[in-house]
Nanobody
Framework: QVQLVESGGGSVQAGGSLRLSCAASRYTYNSDRLGWFRQAPGKEREGVAAIYTVGCNTYYADSVKGRFTISQDYAKNTVYLQMNSLKPEDTAVYYC??????????????????WGQGTQVTVSS
């Protein structure tokens, strides 16, 4: 069964940190790449970070480079997003996604077929 379940969202003050987790079913975790996306109210969904399950190449949006880190744990079928130095503009619903690769941008939502339900991240100033 295809399943992605996010956790770890919450409220934090600017400058703080959060770690998001995404637990995937074995079938989903065998996808070529896993990504984190976010969507703020009134804005389009944007790619934040992505990782290839084989080789572990990572990709980041310019807005989060140096602050966010994506990683994976094969044994737990889990992908993480460590978010440091959070800013109010990082406030959004964060989604985990899985999809085939390698063609196309790893940060484009159209390249992902499986999605989690999302977790809210709120950063206050």
């Amino acid at each position: 069964q295809v399943q992605l379940v996010e956790s770890g969202g919450g409220s934090v003050q600017a400058g703080g940190s959060l770690r998001l987790s995404c637990a995937a079913s074995r079938y989903t975790y065998n996808s070529d790449r896993l990504g984190w996306f976010r969507q703020a109210p009134g804005k389009e969904r944007e790619g934040v970070a992505a990782i290839y399950t084989v080789g572990c190449n990572t990709y980041y949006a310019d807005s989060v480079k140096g602050r966010f880190t994506i990683s994976q744990d094969y044994a737990k079928n889990t992908v993480y997003l460590q978010m440091n130095s959070l800013k109010p503009e990082d406030t959004a619903v964060y989604y985990c996604a899985a999809g085939p690769g390698p063609s196309g941008s790893a940060l484009w939502s159209g390249n992902y077929g499986y999605w989690g339900q999302g977790t809210q991240v709120t950063v206050s100033s």
